[in-house]
Structure formats: structure tokens, C-alpha cells
């Protein structure tokens, strides 16, 4: 992963941010934002994983120009998907879920990608892109992973876990956040810190309604969370983990948070304050920061992870704007 990044110093890092004002209140040593939203000329930490495994897929042999490359999101994955398809002169068909918001729909469509809706929810997604990729012969570049499909989904995780390399390179920090979903990010992350800083505290980051690792790291083993997604968090609007994920997950993440979007709507605000422009999912992991040192209810977390005067923290934020209009409704409301 080094020496493909290290080939391409076109592809440089993506800005840390200090976030002075929520620092003092906190109470945090030092507290910045790691700001995807620009991340290779698109809005989210996405391309990272995308472009690593496509390139890495095709030096291999496995994909050839012409091909088509399948995968379901909810927006951003399926973006950097097509547009890295594009890239390599392949075709993208990307699976959405019926109810995405139609600027993710037209920015997927907008790098070349044919979008399919499906009834249902991002995971019904999946499993519909699975038939279709098996019955045509289509590549599928998933970030979520099933047995007998753990290949693709490593590639990208490994790709993502180059956002620690940058932010070490530009600070030294004791706690990360950073949104749940599936799994990949957290996975990436995570897998990043116990190899090579182990005391590192990292922080999983869910919306209540879709905290399916959350709930998964209760049990034991993967579980699907049921009822409404009732988020605006749609990037992190999952039922169901990645397993590949998972396994890693839930021995290198030091806690699991799950909360309203209330608090994510903080955090978009404290952001468009020091100049970023970031989404529901996007500004979860501050938003999570925010929860666990505000709310009473969080005080044995936030002790746990030694939240006070020392702590140096880093909160990802893993997308920019995805829905203006919802954008424009939390942090300039009429």
C-alpha cells in the first residue's frame, strides 16, 4: 500500500484541521479533524480504498479495461467505484437502495456509472448485486465482505488505512474516532494502530437506529440490528457488518458508540465553523466526541478512554456535503 501511494505523489493528503473552540470547551489537550471531504477531487475518504484495490486488481491480471465493476453503496463508495473505473477505462454499475437521496444518485452517475435502485435497504443491495454480478461474469468491488469474498474487501481496508499514515506524519494523538458503517474504515483504521501503535485508543462511531457493530460487538459475532434506520446518517445507515471487518474489529476497537442525530447536527454546525462542509456521516465522529464528553450518560466512557487535559484526539470526518439540502437545513436553517 506504501509503495503504491508512494508512486503516486499526485495523491497527496487530505488536510488536519484544529478545532480550537470544541478543544477548550472539552477540555482535550489538542483536538483536530482529519477533513476527507476533498479526498482526490471527491467528497469522501473513499477513493483511498477504491483506487488502491482496482489498480492493485488490475497489475494483477484480474481486471482488464472494458470490464465492468459492480458494487452497492449508498453513495460515496459507489462515486469513488465508478469513478476509478473510469480511470482504468472500465464500466461501473453501482446498487443503491430505493429511498438514496437523489444528489448521491446523480453524483454516482456523473462519473459514467449506470445506478440501479432496489427495493429495500443497502444490504438488499448487495445481495441483488450479487446475483446480478454472478449471472453476467462482473467484477464486484465491495467494501463489505461474505464468505468466499474477503479478497476485494482486504484490499480496500488496506487502502483506507492510509489515513493513519497521514495523520501521524502531522501529529502525535492518543484517541481516534471514526464512523462505523460496515466496517472497512473502522477496520483499516483499527488494524493500523494495534500494528503499529497499540496505544491508541479508537472509537467506533454508529447512528442509534443502524449500530449493527455496536450490537455485534455485544454478542460476540455479526448480528443484524432490525427496525426503521431512522438516520440522517445515510452513509452509515447498515444492518448488517461486514464479517471480514468484524473479526478485526472486535479486538482492536476500544468502544463502540451509538448515537442520535442530534448530536451529528452539532458537529456539522462546529464544522462549517472552521471552514468544512461535511454530511450526516460525515461529521459522526465528531459528533460522537461531542456526545462523550456532554452527555452524563457517557461519563464512564469518556473516563475510560482518559478523555481530559492530556488527551490528544482526532475525529475523521469521511465525507463532505452528500445532501445539500439537508446540509443547508441543519447548519443554515430558515
Not at 489538542?30 to 476533498?38: C, F, M, Q
Not at 437502495?97 to 432496489?118: K, N, P
Not at 446480478?132 to 465482505?145: C, L, P, Q, R, V
Not at 474516532?177 to 460496515?182: D, I
Request: negative net charge.
Amino acid at each position: 500500500m506504501r509503495a503504491f501511494f508512494s508512486a503516486h505523489p499526485e495523491l497527496r493528503a487530505t488536510p488536519l484541521t484544529q478545532v480550537l473552540s470544541l478543544q477548550h470547551t472539552s477540555g482535550l489537550a489538542s483536538l483536530h479533524v482529519k477533513d476527507e471531504s476533498g479526498r482526490f477531487g471527491l467528497n469522501a475518504f473513499k477513493l483511498l480504498g477504491a483506487r488502491f484495490a482496482i489498480e492493485t486488481l488490475m497489475a494483477e491480471g484480474a481486471v482488464a479495461r472494458g470490464d465492468v465493476l459492480a458494487c452497492a453503496s449508498e453513495g460515496n463508495h459507489g462515486r469513488a467505484v465508478a469513478r476509478a473505473a473510469r480511470e482504468v477505462g472500465c464500466r461501473a454499475r453501482v446498487y443503491m437502495a430505493h429511498d438514496a437521496a437523489q444528489a448521491r444518485v446523480d453524483a454516482i452517475a456523473s462519473e459514467g456509472a449506470e445506478v440501479v435502485r432496489v427495493e429495500g435497504s443497502y444490504d438488499d443491495a448487495v445481495r441483488v448485486l450479487q446475483a446480478d454480478a454472478d449471472a453476467h461474469g462482473w467484477t464486484i468491488i465491495s467494501d463489505t465482505a461474505w464468505p468466499g469474498y474477503e479478497r476485494v474487501p482486504r484490499l480496500i481496508m488496506l487502502g483506507y488505512a492510509r489515513l493513519l499514515d497521514e495523520i501521524t506524519a502531522a501529529t502525535d494523538l492518543d484517541v481516534v474516532l471514526v464512523q462505523g458503517g460496515v466496517g472497512g474504515l473502522l477496520c483499516g483504521v483499527a488494524s493500523w494502530c494495534a500494528m503499529h501503535r497499540p496505544g491508541i485508543k479508537v472509537v467506533c462511531v454508529e447512528p442509534a437506529s443502524a449500530a449493527c457493530l455496536q450490537a455485534s460487538a455485544r454478542a460476540g459475532h455479526p448480528i443484524a440490528v432490525t427496525g426503521p434506520l431512522t438516520t440522517a446518517m445515510a452513509g452509515l445507515r447498515n444492518r448488517e457488518v461486514s464479517p471480514l471487518a468484524f473479526e478485526s474489529a472486535r479486538s482492536t476497537v476500544d468502544a463502540f458508540v451509538a448515537i442520535d442525530d442530534e448530536w451529528t447536527e452539532r458537529a456539522m454546525r462546529v464544522l462549517h465553523g472552521v471552514g468544512i462542509g461535511a454530511g450526516a456521516s460525515g461529521a459522526a465522529a465528531l459528533g460522537g466526541l461531542i456526545a462523550i464528553c456532554e452527555d452524563p450518560s457517557m461519563a464512564s466512557v469518556r473516563d475510560a478512554l482518559a478523555l481530559g487535559p492530556s488527551a490528544r484526539v482526532v475525529a475523521i470526518v469521511s465525507e463532505g456535503v452528500t445532501d445539500p439540502v439537508h446540509w443547508h437545513s441543519v447548519v443554515r436553517p430558515a
